[in-house]
């Protein structure tokens, strides 16, 4: 989903992600864009990335929220 900036979400497709849209994303879920991580619901602030299909590696990496 993206945050509108009236704050609503909308369901819509990778295709049409815009630069500067925010994202919302729940787990397991595929990206298909490049994206900055801003927050995460893991009260570690961290999320876990597979990047297999770009680079090969077969294991998750740690990204951890800006703390700012």
């Known amino acids: 989903?993206?945050?509108?900036?009236?704050?609503?979400?909308?369901?819509?497709?990778?295709?049409?992600?815009?630069?500067?849209?925010?994202?919302e994303l729940h787990k397991d879920e595929i990206i298909p864009a490049d994206i900055?991580?801003?927050?995460?619901?893991?009260?570690?602030?961290?999320?876990?990335?597979e990047t297999a299909q770009l680079d090969g590696l077969e294991f998750f990496k740690i990204k951890n929220q800006n703390k700012n």
């Open 36 to 49: 900055l991580f801003l927050k995460s619901s893991n009260e570690e602030g961290v999320c876990y990335v």
């Open 1 to 23: 989903s993206i945050v509108r900036s009236d704050g609503k979400k909308e369901r819509i497709e990778s295709e049409k992600l815009q630069v500067g849209q925010l994202i």
